[in-house]
């Protein structure tokens, strides 16, 4: 087998095993940013040992071993052993016993990814933090994936991952589950996180890419990994749901060129049914647990998913369910999808009216002047549509979105 035959191997293993690893080694050392150098230590090891000796038959064994003994000797080493081992419960004479405790490490492994997942995504951290550790620790994403996935310099992302695990260690982060008191909180990061990642894929604010599939995959996967860990949570399960209802839109969001397809225009028939399937089920999960924000927007992106055609979208219930998402979540930009569903409903001009309230907070945001352009244009006024299309376009930084949009305001113009 090549070098470059192990490299792939290896990046598929670890793609599988890292988050495991990663959690196995701070459960140990009660270190995330020493777990990570650690679990990157031994990728190097495989990289030097596995040309040579050739792939092991169990490639994610190996991996696990090798980062638990790795571990075992920091903290053989540290000053502090005697303390560290009466922590993990092993008197300081038993020295002997401390490859045992690891090997109790598999039996906990849904726990140290549940840990890894909030500590990941620690209130400490910024936004931007909490979403470049995530992709790191838990998606095995590498520091100029990352970087390529949100269109920054690598140097800024791998400044984002060492700044998280630097505030972590600063603030006395620990590799421990919230108390009940601070789960609330902490989930809600998690599953902002995890939300924050996939419409950066289905939507890319930036750059000529219109979506990055890549980045809405890993959101679900991580979804699915946290559905698996937290069964009976209603928002998991609800944001579980939306992630793969909007995911199965992926393969009509554009043409045989790439150029983007707004819904009403995708073909239908090429939606990925199976993903409609499994997210109509985690809706009717979440639903029957209570749910929340996560579930209602996928109850929204249902109605889409049970609709035929275009013409048999049901905007009358869409337009409901915004206003109780605006209910338990306000922001302005449900209030401007809401917008949206009344004036495809058949009342643009009410539609029209809710979206101009909402001016002052939304000035710089593409989708509002874009909004106003098809109100505007169910009411006839195409100049007027027009002008806000040729808006939406200069204040776009996706390319696709940029074509977009120009071509409706030409097609406006043109009275065609």
């Not at 009660?30 to 490639?59: I, K």
């Not at 075992?72 to 401390?98: C, N, P, S």
């Not at 209570?290 to 048999?312: E, N």
């Not at 809401?338 to 004036?343: L, N, P, R």
């Amino acid at each position: 087998m090549t070098d470059d035959q192990v490299r792939r191997t290896l990046d598929a293993v670890w793609r599988i095993e890292g988050a495991r690893i990663v959690a196995g080694i701070a459960r140990i050392v009660g270190d995330v940013g020493l777990a990570e150098e650690l679990a990157q230590d031994v990728l190097v090891v495989a990289l030097q040992q596995w040309p040579r000796d050739g792939v092991p038959d169990a490639p994610g064994p190996w991996l696990r071993a090798t980062a638990k003994h790795r571990a075992i000797d920091v903290v053989r080493r540290r000053a502090r052993y005697a303390e560290k081992l009466a922590v993990l419960g092993a008197d300081t004479a038993e020295r002997d016993r401390t490859d045992e405790l690891v090997d109790d490490l598999d039996d906990h492994i849904g726990d140290d990814l549940l840990r890894l997942m909030f500590t990941a995504a620690h209130p400490v951290l910024s936004t931007e933090s909490r979403v470049a550790l995530t992709l790191r620790l838990l998606g095995g994403l590498s520091t100029d994936e990352i970087a390529r996935a949100f269109l920054i310099p690598e140097a800024t992302a791998a400044q984002r991952i060492v700044r998280a695990k630097r505030t972590l260690a600063t603030n006395g982060v620990e590799f421990s589950m919230p108390t009940p008191a601070e789960t609330a909180e902490r989930l809600g990061a998690v599953l902002g996180v995890l939300y924050l990642v996939f419409n950066e894929g289905y939507a890319a604010t930036s750059g000529t890419d219109w979506m990055r599939p890549s980045l809405c995959r890993e959101a679900m996967r991580l979804g699915r990994v946290l559905a698996g860990l937290l069964p009976d949570e209603p928002e998991v399960l609800g944001l579980l749901a939306l992630m793969e209802l909007q995911a199965s839109r992926l393969p009509a969001r554009t043409d045989a060129s790439g150029r983007p397809v707004l819904l009403d225009d995708q073909d239908r028939r090429r939606w990925d049914r199976l993903l409609i399937r499994r997210g109509l089920a985690a809706l009717e999960r979440a639903e029957s647990l209570g749910g929340g924000r996560y579930t209602v927007q996928a109850a929204i992106a249902a109605c889409h998913a049970r609709a035929l055609s275009a013409a048999d979208t049901d905007w009358t219930r869409i337009g409901a369910l915004y206003e109780v998402l605006a209910y338990i979540h306000p922001s302005p930009v449900v209030r401007l999808n809401q917008a949206v569903a009344v004036g495809k409903a058949g009342n643009p001009s009410r539609g029209l009216t809710i979206a101009d309230a909402l001016a002052a907070e939304l000035r710089r945001y593409p989708q509002f002047p874009a909004v106003r352009g098809e109100l505007l244009a169910q009411l006839g006024r195409t100049a007027e549509a027009a002008a806000a299309f040729r808006r939406a376009a200069e204040l776009t930084r996706n390319d696709g979105e940029r074509a977009l949009f120009e071509l409706r305001a030409a097609v406006l113009e043109s009275g065609s």
